[in-house]
C-alpha cells in the first residue's frame, strides 16, 4: 500500500488550520480599503530618490516615538481602537523550526517592507474592513521613507510614493496602518482617545506566557464562531508536543455538547481534553501532536 508523503499531509493539516485563522496579512491590510493618498491636502517632505535598500534608525527619525509593553494580544488592545472584530498575536521567534512557520512566517518574512526582521506582530480588524498592525523591530532601523509628516509631534512616515494610504510611526512597537489609523493608535498612546475593552472578560482569563500564537474574535454577521467572543493560543510543549487554548464566552448549547462528546473519545485519537467552565465561560484545552491537533481543531470547527 502507497504511504502519504508527511510533507504532502502537513501541508493539508496547515491549510485547514490557516483556514481557520484570522491574522492579518500585510496585503490584506495595506491594499483592502486603504484609497490612495493622492487626494491628501498636507504636503508631504519627501527625501528625494533614495535607493530600495537604504535604512534610516530610529534614532535619526525627529519627533516622539512609541513606547509601550508588547508581549501579548493584551498589550496590542491596548493600543487598538474601540471597536475591534477580530485581533491576532504572533512571536515569530517561536515560530521558527514549528510546522506553524510555514503559516505565520518567520522573522524575515517582512524584511522587503522594513529591511529589517520582524520578531512580534499584532493585528486587529474593524467591522468595516481596515485595521492596522504593530510590529516588534529589535535593529531599530527602517528602509528610508517616501516622505513624512508631523501629527502630535510623531513622524509619520510615507511607505508609498503617494500611491496608497500606508503610513508607520516608529518605535517599540512600530505602528503601520492608513494614516488615520495610525492617527488613532497614537491618540491613544497620548490619552485623547480610549482603548478597546470589548474583550476583557476573556483575556483577564487567559494566559498566554510561552505561546507562539494568540488570537481573539466576537460573533458578527460574517462570522461563524460559536459562542459571543472566542480567544485561542497555541504554545509548543517541552516535550515537543503542542497545546490549543480555547476560551469561549457564552458558548452555543449544542457546541458544548460537542466539545464533551469529542473529549469522551478522545484518547482513540490519541488527544487529551481539559474541560472546565467558570461563569459563562468554557475553558478548552487541547494537547496532542502538531497533526492530531489541527485536526482536532477541524472537526471541532464543522
Same mark, same amino acid.
Given at each position: 500500500?502507497?504511504?502519504?508523503?508527511?510533507?504532502?499531509?502537513?501541508?493539508?493539516?496547515?491549510?485547514?488550520?490557516?483556514?481557520?485563522?484570522?491574522?492579518?496579512?500585510?496585503?490584506?491590510?495595506?491594499?483592502?480599503?486603504?484609497?490612495?493618498?493622492?487626494?491628501?491636502?498636507?504636503?508631504?517632505?519627501?527625501?528625494?530618490?533614495?535607493?530600495?535598500? #537604504?535604512?534610516?534608525?530610529?534614532?535619526?527619525?525627529?519627533?516622539?516615538?512609541?513606547? *509601550?509593553?508588547?508581549?501579548?494580544?493584551?498589550?496590542?488592545?491596548?493600543?487598538?481602537?474601540?471597536?475591534?472584530?477580530?485581533?491576532?498575536?504572533?512571536?515569530?521567534?517561536?515560530?521558527?523550526?514549528?510546522?506553524?512557520?510555514?503559516?505565520?512566517?518567520?522573522?524575515?518574512?517582512?524584511?522587503?517592507?522594513?529591511?529589517? #526582521?520582524?520578531?512580534?506582530?499584532?493585528?486587529?480588524?474593524?467591522?468595516?474592513?481596515?485595521?492596522?498592525?504593530? *510590529?516588534?523591530?529589535?535593529?531599530?532601523?527602517?528602509?528610508?521613507?517616501?516622505?513624512?509628516?508631523?501629527?502630535?509631534?510623531?513622524?509619520?512616515?510615507?511607505?508609498?510614493?503617494?500611491?496608497?494610504?500606508?503610513?508607520?510611526?516608529?518605535?517599540?512597537?512600530?505602528?503601520?496602518?492608513?494614516?488615520?489609523?495610525?492617527?488613532?493608535?497614537?491618540?491613544?498612546?497620548?490619552?485623547?482617545?480610549?482603548?478597546?475593552?470589548?474583550?476583557?472578560?476573556?483575556?483577564?482569563?487567559?494566559?498566554?506566557?510561552?505561546?507562539?500564537?494568540?488570537?481573539?474574535?466576537?460573533?458578527? #454577521?460574517?462570522?461563524?464562531?460559536?459562542?459571543?467572543?472566542?480567544?485561542?493560543?497555541?504554545?509548543?510543549?517541552?516535550?515537543?508536543?503542542?497545546?490549543?487554548?480555547?476560551?469561549?464566552?457564552?458558548?452555543?448549547?449544542?457546541?458544548?455538547?460537542?466539545?464533551?462528546?469529542?473529549?469522551?473519545?478522545?484518547?482513540?485519537?490519541?488527544?487529551?481534553?481539559?474541560?472546565?467552565?467558570?461563569?459563562?465561560?468554557?475553558?478548552?484545552?487541547?494537547?496532542?501532536?502538531?497533526?492530531?491537533?489541527?485536526?482536532?481543531?477541524?472537526?471541532?470547527?464543522?
Amino acid at each position: 500500500m502507497k504511504q502519504k508523503d508527511p510533507a504532502k499531509k502537513n501541508q493539508k493539516y496547515l491549510a485547514v488550520f490557516l483556514a481557520l485563522t484570522m491574522l492579518l496579512s500585510v496585503g490584506a491590510l495595506l491594499f483592502s480599503g486603504n484609497n490612495s493618498n493622492k487626494d491628501k491636502s498636507d504636503n508631504v517632505s519627501s527625501p528625494g530618490n533614495v535607493e530600495g535598500n #537604504d535604512t534610516i534608525a530610529f534614532s535619526q527619525i525627529p519627533g516622539r516615538q512609541v513606547h *509601550h509593553e508588547f508581549n501579548s494580544i493584551a498589550d496590542g488592545l491596548n493600543l487598538s481602537p474601540q471597536g475591534v472584530v477580530s485581533a491576532s498575536y504572533v512571536d515569530l521567534q517561536k515560530t521558527k523550526g514549528t510546522p506553524f512557520e510555514q503559516v505565520f512566517g518567520n522573522e524575515t518574512m517582512m524584511y522587503s517592507l522594513y529591511g529589517a #526582521d520582524v520578531t512580534k506582530r499584532y493585528g486587529a480588524r474593524y467591522a468595516d474592513g481596515n485595521g492596522f498592525e504593530l *510590529h516588534q523591530i529589535p535593529e531599530q532601523k527602517i528602509l528610508m521613507p517616501w516622505g513624512a509628516v508631523e501629527y502630535n509631534n510623531y513622524s509619520l512616515l510615507a511607505r508609498t510614493n503617494n500611491t496608497y494610504d500606508i503610513w508607520n510611526v516608529v518605535g517599540s512597537p512600530v505602528i503601520l496602518g492608513s494614516r488615520q489609523s495610525v492617527q488613532d493608535v497614537i491618540d491613544i498612546l497620548e490619552g485623547n482617545a480610549t482603548a478597546s475593552t470589548e474583550y476583557n472578560n476573556l483575556v483577564n482569563q487567559a494566559s498566554p506566557e510561552g505561546s507562539l500564537y494568540q488570537e481573539l474574535a466576537m460573533k458578527t #454577521d460574517n462570522s461563524t464562531i460559536p459562542a459571543d467572543q472566542l480567544y485561542t493560543d497555541l504554545r509548543k510543549l517541552d516535550d515537543g508536543s503542542y497545546r490549543q487554548t480555547s476560551l469561549y464566552l457564552n458558548p452555543e448549547s449544542n457546541f458544548t455538547q460537542k466539545i464533551n462528546a469529542m473529549q469522551a473519545n478522545s484518547t482513540e485519537r490519541g488527544v487529551t481534553y481539559n474541560v472546565t467552565t467558570s461563569g459563562n465561560i468554557t475553558k478548552v484545552m487541547i494537547t496532542s501532536d502538531f497533526g492530531s491537533l489541527l485536526n482536532e481543531t477541524q472537526m471541532l470547527s464543522q
